[in-house]
């Protein structure tokens, strides 16, 4: 299905590390996966698993330490010139985690909404701009006279909907989430998550949806990459890894998912990954395609244990 479809990022062999010499950390190694245009794809993980870090290397925020990220057949790591950098801020937006520390409360929701537009393109009379606000805020359900408003006059869930007019501003073609729900109250995620899939249907954006729990995953992405310890173990469509789980670490993240019933909550069986018991030092892991589209991590060993 995926073969003909459009590549819109392409992420291959990327390492990201922090440090230097006997302080080097490498919290992503050789990461590779493609995003679809007008698809939403998930990279998931506990805390630490360097899914963000992913996220942060793809909008600029983190520099690679090695691999490539090709972004519409171009790359954008590493030096690039000045015309691909705009481009980049421009069509590559981030929704945060926290919308409480992502906002500057000490600004006007209608600068903080303007603020990337006005960096990006300086010839904008303040009508245009102001006009642009009011529609960015009235796409994610915000009235337009909030703009006058302060960041503390706001909720969890509203101060979100201005993030992601402040992202929807600049008219992007791939927005990058990372946690945009999980600072919510349960109440508000459901609200966020529709809005977001709207606004993907109106303007055909294409998403990275970072998150660490399943269940979230299962709703809102069509693909997912299951990331552990700068590692990426499993991937495919999300409902197969989902119902056919088959790398340990994406059961145990399943395990964990609570369910409605109470009486299947008493005799679940919590997995913990223990990754000691994989031994890659005499045989080291590759990816394997164990249905179509469907990868795992693993050497052949394991991977018999395994299916």
Same mark, same amino acid.
């Given at each position: ?166 992202? /929807?501003?600049?008219? *992007?073609?791939?927005?990058? @989430?990372? +946690?945009?729900?999980?600072? =919510?109250? &349960? ?66 993240? /399943?395990?964990?998912? *609570?369910?409605?019933?109470? @009486?299947? +909550?008493?005799?679940?069986? =919590?997995? &913990? ?35």
């Amino acid at each position: 299905m995926a073969n003909n479809r459009e590549v819109l990022l392409d992420v291959r062999n990327l390492e990201v590390s922090f440090g230097s010499r006997s302080k080097r950390f490498v919290a992503v190694k050789n990461a590779n996966f493609q995003i679809y245009k007008g698809e939403t794809f998930g990279l998931v993980g506990e805390s630490g698993s360097g899914k963000t870090t992913i996220g942060r290397a793809i909008m600029r925020i983190n520099p690679t330490s090695g691999g490539d990220i090709i972004y519409k057949g171009r790359k954008i790591n590493g030096k690039i010139d000045k015309e691909l950098d705009q481009k980049v801020i421009k069509e590559i937006q981030m929704i945060f985690q926290d919308p409480q520390a992502s906002l500057n409360e000490r600004a006007k929701v209608d600068y903080i909404v303007s603020e990337g537009l006005l960096n990006v393109n300086k010839k904008l009379s303040k009508e245009e701009v102001t006009q642009k606000v009011h529609q960015a805020l009235r796409e994610v359900g915000l009235l337009p006279e909030f703009a006058s408003r302060f960041p503390h006059e706001f909720s969890g869930g509203q101060k979100q909907r201005i993030g992601i007019a402040r992202a /929807l501003i600049m008219e *992007p073609e791939f927005i990058i @989430a990372d +946690e945009p729900i999980s600072a =919510l109250d &349960v109440s508000v995620r459901a609200q966020v998550l529709n809005l977001m899939r709207e606004l993907q249907k109106k303007r055909d954006i294409t998403y990275l949806f970072i998150a660490h729990d399943l269940s979230v995953m299962r709703y809102i992405t069509d693909r997912i990459a299951v990331i552990h310890k700068g590692d990426i173990v499993e991937m495919g469509n999300t409902e197969d890894v989902i119902t056919n789980p088959i790398h340990p670490y994406t059961k145990a993240l /399943l395990s964990a998912i *609570p369910m409605p019933d109470p @009486a299947y +909550e008493k005799k679940k069986e =919590l997995i &913990v990954f223990n990754p000691l018991y994989l031994d890659y030092e005499k045989n080291p892991p590759s990816w394997t395609e164990v249905e179509q589209g469907h990868f795992i991590l693993a050497n052949q060993i394991d991977l018999k244990e395994w299916l």
